[in-house]
């Protein structure tokens, strides 16, 4: 009889079968999003247009967006939730830009990970970020003033009704320290080291655990290049006329971690909160280099607040406005340069042309294009796939930055934080020596005739 008692949850365990819409009905039960992607999925027909550009499908073989399409029309919807393969996902949309029947892959994905997520299926990279957000409100355990340090030097005024918003280039440095070390170790190893930073998370020894990584060697210590870009930005905002406060600590993070991984009622939560916050310190528009938040301000916002009225711009779409009355130029020698596409620039917010006609207006640079350029740019690893899974990320970069590399530059200059660091260690790993910027930097030295400005040391 024990023994029975102890088979008994097993057997009733495998004797639940769920046919397939009444799986998708359970799977479905106390979800809040919009459950029109299973309607979107009908739409495809199969024609392996996405699975011919992805990104991931090419480094790694398994995870591929026409099988889970396919597996969500047939109804197994809980197989794609519990696997992983919903999280090997770049969000890059290059399979959406192709698809000929317009398919909303996007929507499908996100909508999975916000199944999955309510599921308790959630990577536990994924959980440490999306904890460390919600309880701290940024992404690593970092103070404020880590974050905005980078600004002491340039007295600006902490209040105003146009701001500059420093975002993900502010925690990048120490980003890319982490991501250097982890994208080396192996999957497993890197699923262990992540479970147990999830349990120093919660007994709050996470931020300690960080330092003593980089006391003992086992993180590098973070550079100041990103902050360093933020320091470009800015300047070349000044000399183009263009005045702007920084609210320093008391800036809030975007919160784009908790709309990447699915947690779509704590991003709308969130949301409301950062909204409010800008509301109560005036500010009506926002000026900002990164693409990341940028991308989170001016598309996600609108679609979980009523009224998001905050004016959002790229740095570089006031640069292209304010340019023509001024001379740019990098000195006698020509500068081969190509500039790689952020997915989120090209894709989401669909500026190509004004990265490209800044750097044609500075002298001394010949601008090259890659094979794969503007909307069919190609992902190099980032997307949050380099929090999920860092030797596939890598793999990615090592791929874009081979592409790039064949057009023979001196410099590649992109606009994305993430892309810097992901297309440095791509070209590492590749083998190649090129220096890769961001455009704020390569702009700041064609208005000054110099390197970029220098900046403190990181506290």
């Known amino acids: 009889m024990v023994a029975?008692?102890?088979?008994?949850?097993?057997?009733?365990?495998?004797?639940?079968?769920?046919?397939p819409e009444a799986e998708k009905q359970h799977l479905l039960a106390g979800f809040s999003g919009d459950s029109s992607f299973a309607a979107e999925a009908r739409i495809c027909l199969q024609c392996a247009s996405c699975a011919s550009c992805c990104p991931v499908l090419y480094c790694q073989g398994q995870s591929n967006i026409r099988r889970i399409v396919h597996m969500l029309q047939l109804g197994m919807t809980r197989r794609i939730v519990e696997s992983d393969a919903l999280w090997s996902c770049a969000l890059?949309?290059?399979?959406?830009?192709?698809?000929?029947?317009?398919?909303?892959?996007y929507h499908i994905i996100t909508s999975l990970r916000q199944i999955a997520a309510q599921k308790g299926f959630l990577p536990p990279a994924a959980v440490?970020?999306?904890?460390?957000?919600?309880?701290?409100?940024?992404?690593?355990?970092?103070?404020?003033?880590?974050?905005?340090?980078?600004?002491?030097?340039l007295n600006l005024p902490r209040r105003g009704e146009r701001i500059f918003y420093g975002g993900f280039y502010s925690i990048m440095d120490h980003a890319e320290a982490l991501q250097r070390r982890v994208s080396r170790i192996s999957p497993r190893r890197f699923r262990l080291l992540s479970n147990l930073l999830v349990i120093a998370q919660q007994l709050g020894l996470d931020r300690a655990a960080l330092r003593l990584?980089?006391?003992?060697?086992?993180?590098?210590k973070p550079g100041n290049e990103h902050r360093r870009s933020l320091i470009s930005a800015v300047k070349v905002l000044q000399r183009l006329g263009v005045e702007v406060a920084y609210l320093g600590e008391d800036e809030p993070w975007c919160g784009l971690e908790l709309?990447?991984?699915?947690?779509?009622k704590d991003f709308a939560h969130h949301a409301r909160k950062v909204y409010g916050r800008l509301g109560e310190m005036?500010?009506?528009?926002?000026?900002?280099?990164d693409t990341l938040s940028l991308t989170c301000f001016h598309k996600f916002y609108p679609e979980v607040l009523d009224c998001f009225d905050i004016k959002v711009r790229h740095f570089l779409e006031v640069v292209a406005e304010k340019l023509p009355d001024h001379k740019l130029s990098l000195g006698p020698s020509q500068?081969?340069?190509?500039?790689?596409?952020?997915?989120?620039l090209a894709r989401y917010l669909r500026v190509t042309e004004e990265p490209r006609a800044v750097l044609e207006r500075i002298e001394g640079v010949c601008l090259r294009e890659a094979e794969s350029n503007r909307l069919a740019t190609r992902c190099d690893g980032g997307g949050g796939i380099e929090v999920i899974n860092p030797s596939l990320a890598l793999s990615m970069a090592k791929v874009r930055a081979e592409e790039l590399a064949e057009t023979h530059p001196d410099r590649i200059v992109t606009s994305c934080p993430v892309c810097v660091m992901m297309l440095k260690l791509g070209l590492e790993t590749a083998g190649y020596h090129i220096s890769v910027v961001n455009i704020e930097d390569i702009l700041w030295e064609a208005l000054e005739g110099g390197s970029p400005p220098g900046m403190q040391a990181s506290p």
């Open 92 to 105: 890059c949309l290059e399979c959406q830009e192709s698809c000929p029947m317009g398919v909303n892959l």
């Open 259 to 264: 709309h990447t991984y699915g947690m779509k």
């Open 213 to 220: 990584g980089q006391m003992v060697g086992q993180i590098d």
């Open 4 to 19: 029975n008692s102890r088979l008994l949850p097993l057997l009733e365990k495998k004797m639940v079968r769920l046919k």
């Open 335 to 344: 500068v081969n340069v190509v500039f790689s596409d952020p997915c989120y």
């Open 282 to 289: 005036g500010v009506a528009e926002i000026i900002t280099a």
């Open 128 to 153: 440490y970020f999306v904890r460390s957000t919600l309880r701290r409100g940024r992404p690593l355990p970092l103070s404020a003033r880590e974050l905005t340090s980078w600004a002491e030097s």
